[in-house]
């Protein structure tokens, strides 16, 4: 099995019919299902608004996602969390038939980016990415993970959020070390002077090392910017 993490382009939408959804909110997460199957989904959802909402709160949750039950269960600013129990006839993700795959929640949608994680059969994974090659070829594989190379137990259920960002062995090793010893801290509790010394690497090295570890680690939360998106070709499959 695998675990996986896409970046899929925000016109992505329009194949799974929500784009319209994006004209008052800015995002929306789906942090946790309680239960979802190819119509029916029960989960608790997070959303930012692009601005303030006019109509009462109960007419634009209604009209936008026309729930068969909602309950608000907070409101602060311009972002609202909320439990919906939603069923659609053409689906919730209708591209990808049923098979040997679920999503790990949350998964984060925007007008310009899908982002969301994936337990996969490795057998299956051509399958699905020709599937999402049939409606774009820019899609990002943000990182990917061995489910049967996992030694501990914690490691899968909620010590570390799996899959894990896309590091070298080497990029593990020291970001390991420096978040261990409060490199990441505010102010720092270990130099890269100090921890160059422990590699036995340079400082030039080290501060190489934590930028690339830096930016793998905020476009697997965050997504990478469209334009640094990666055209697919079928021969890659």
């Known amino acids: 099995m695998k675990a996986i993490r896409l970046q899929l382009p925000g016109n992505f939408l329009k194949y799974l019919g929500f784009h319209d959804i994006f004209q008052d909110i ?28 006019n109509d009462p709160l109960d007419v634009f949750i ?3 996602f026309n729930p068969k039950f909602y309950q608000v269960l907070n409101v602060m600013e311009d972002e609202m969390t909320c439990i919906l129990n939603q069923t659609r006839s053409s689906g919730f993700f209708p591209i990808i038939e049923s098979g040997p795959w679920a999503f790990r929640f949350p998964i984060h949608v925007s007008k310009e980016k899908i982002l969301l994680s994936m337990i996969v059969q490795e ?4 399958k699905l990415y ?17 489910l049967d190379k996992i ?18 062995r080497r990029q593990r090793e020291l970001a390991t070390y420096a978040a261990e010893k409060g490199y990441f ?3 720092k509790k270990i130099s890269a002077k100090d921890i160059a010394k422990k590699f036995n690497i340079s ?3 080290v501060n190489k090392h934590m930028n690339n570890i830096k930016n793998i680690a905020m476009e697997y939360f965050f997504g990478k910017p ?12």
Do not use: C
């Open 26 to 53: 800015e995002w929306i997460e789906i942090l946790q299902a309680f239960q979802y199957d190819s119509t029916h989904l029960f989960s608790i959802q997070r959303m930012k608004f692009m601005h303030s909402i």
């Open 130 to 146: 020709e599937i999402l090659m049939s409606f774009t070829n820019t899609y990002e594989i943000l990182a990917s993970t061995d």
């Open 203 to 205: 400082v030039t090295a």
């Open 62 to 64: 209604q009209t936008k």
């Open 123 to 126: 057998e299956y994974l051509p």
């Open 226 to 237: 469209e334009r640094y998106m990666t055209r697919r070709r079928n021969t890659e499959l």
């Open 185 to 187: 801290q505010s102010p």
């Open 151 to 168: 030694e501990d137990i914690k490691d899968f259920f909620g010590a570390y959020f799996l899959p894990f960002p896309n590091f070298t």
